[in-house]
């Protein structure tokens, strides 16, 4: 994926998260083992003023039925739409729509796992993915039902969790957005050509603080 590189003010290294891998460790599949990190070390109010992206006109992209868009409104608020035929997963599961600060991310999203079929895996491990995919730190169905001992953190979590990968896509913009988030079975593929589509027309964006 294309990413945008930004210059940071010298930190310590006491303050820096380094990866010495493709990806950041997958843990219980969703954010919440990092967001308890974070909580514990605490955070610091900065004197500046935090910059936003804000949206000033649409931007859309699409592949096949799938789309991702970006739309004028006052605060960051997200509409997502999964689309699986599956028995364990009801129409009125696969719809998430909320604005979204901090503390409706803490609480409704932070804790959605990522999502697998169980058949799946072999292919995935075939081709050398998800080699420490599992119950542990991942949603699995099968055919009919979801296998997790467990069972599902939220009834929609799966749908949750597509929307946890997109405030994380759009974060590679560097800047929290001001505006709506709409989509419809988009994914990291999607989420980041929206961002590339939305750094190619700045008439469509601007800087806020």
Same mark, same amino acid.
């Given at each position: 994926?294309?990413? $945008?590189?930004?210059?940071?003010?010298?930190?310590?290294?006491?303050?820096?998260?380094? *990866?010495?891998?493709?990806?950041? =460790?997958?843990?219980?599949?969703?954010? %919440? =083992?990092?967001?308890?990190?974070?909580?514990? %070390?605490?955070?610091?109010?900065?004197?500046?003023?935090?910059?936003?992206?804000?949206?000033?006109? =649409? $931007?859309? +992209?699409?592949?096949?039925?799938?789309?991702?868009?970006?739309?004028?409104? =006052?605060?960051?608020? &997200?509409?997502?739409?999964?689309?699986?035929?599956?028995? %364990?997963?009801?129409?009125?599961?696969?719809? &998430?729509?909320?604005? *979204?600060?901090?503390?409706?991310?803490?609480?409704?999203?932070?804790?959605?796992?990522?999502?697998?079929?169980?058949?799946?895996?072999?292919? *995935?491990?075939?081709?050398?993915?998800?080699?420490?995919?599992?119950?542990?730190?991942? +949603? $699995?169905?099968?055919?009919?039902?979801?296998?997790?001992?467990?069972?599902?953190?939220?009834?929609?979590?799966?749908?949750?969790?597509? +929307?946890?990968?997109?405030?994380?896509?759009?974060?590679?913009?560097?800047?929290? +957005?001001?505006?709506?988030?709409?989509?419809?079975?988009?994914?990291?593929?999607?989420? !980041?050509?929206?961002?590339?589509?939305?750094?190619? !027309?700045? %008439?469509?964006?601007?800087?806020?603080?």
């Amino acid at each position: 994926l294309h990413t $945008v590189r930004h210059s940071f003010p010298t930190r310590r290294s006491s303050d820096l998260v380094e *990866l010495d891998n493709l990806e950041v =460790p997958i843990m219980d599949g969703s954010s %919440a =083992p990092f967001v308890f990190l974070i909580e514990q %070390a605490g955070v610091v109010a900065q004197e500046a003023p935090r910059r936003y992206i804000e949206i000033l006109s =649409p $931007v859309r +992209v699409e592949i096949g039925d799938k789309f991702a868009e970006l739309l004028p409104h =006052p605060h960051f608020e &997200v509409d997502f739409t999964i689309d699986f035929s599956h028995p %364990a997963i009801a129409d009125d599961q696969c719809h &998430v729509r909320m604005k *979204l600060d901090d503390d409706d991310f803490l609480t409704h999203i932070s804790r959605a796992r990522t999502f697998g079929f169980a058949y799946e895996v072999e292919t *995935l491990r075939s081709m050398g993915l998800a080699q420490g995919g599992s119950m542990e730190n991942a +949603v $699995v169905l099968d055919e009919y039902k979801v296998l997790n001992r467990e069972g599902l953190r939220f009834t929609d979590e799966l749908a949750r969790h597509k +929307v946890l990968d997109a405030v994380g896509d759009l974060f590679l913009l560097g800047h929290r +957005v001001r505006g709506k988030y709409h989509a419809f079975k988009s994914g990291h593929e999607l989420n !980041n050509k929206l961002c590339l589509a939305l750094q190619a !027309n700045p %008439a469509a964006w601007r800087y806020v603080t």
